[in-house]
Nanobody
Framework: QVQLVESGGGLVQPGGSLRLTCAAS????????MSWYRQTPGKEREWVAW????????NYAEFVRGRFTISRDNAKNEVYLQMNNLGDEDTAVYYC?????WGQGTQVTVSS
């Protein structure tokens, strides 16, 4: 079955860190561009970062550049989003995406 399952979300204090995991099944993440998006209530889903197929070129949205790191483990068939120095504005549901395939999302809440 082709699917994406996100995990690793939770409650964290401002300035803290979390690592999100996107576990893929039914295909190899190394063969596809994989992306992270996020969405808050009342707003459109916004792109956060992507890692390209093959050599893994990476790109970030400006609002996370320098704080978030996307990576993948081909052996585990997983994609990660390491999030550091989190702020209230990072509170959202985070989604993993491959083309037209989306995961169910994982909630990240930044609050003191």
């Amino acid at each position: 079955q082709v699917q994406l399952v996100e995990s690793g979300g939770g409650l964290v204090q401002p300035g803290g860190s979390l690592r999100l995991t996107c576990a893929a099944s039914g295909f190899s993440v190394s063969n596809w561009m994989m992306s992270w998006y996020r969405q808050t209530p009342g707003k459109e889903r916004e792109w956060v970062a992507w890692i390209n197929a093959g050599h893994g070129q990476i790109n970030y949205a400006e609002f996370v550049r320098g704080r978030f790191t996307i990576s993948r483990d081909n052996a585990k068939n997983e994609v990660y989003l390491q999030m550091n120095n989190l702020g209230d504005e990072d509170t959202a549901v985070y989604y993993c995406r491959r083309s037209d395939l989306w995961g169910q999302g994982t909630q990240v809440t930044v609050s003191s």
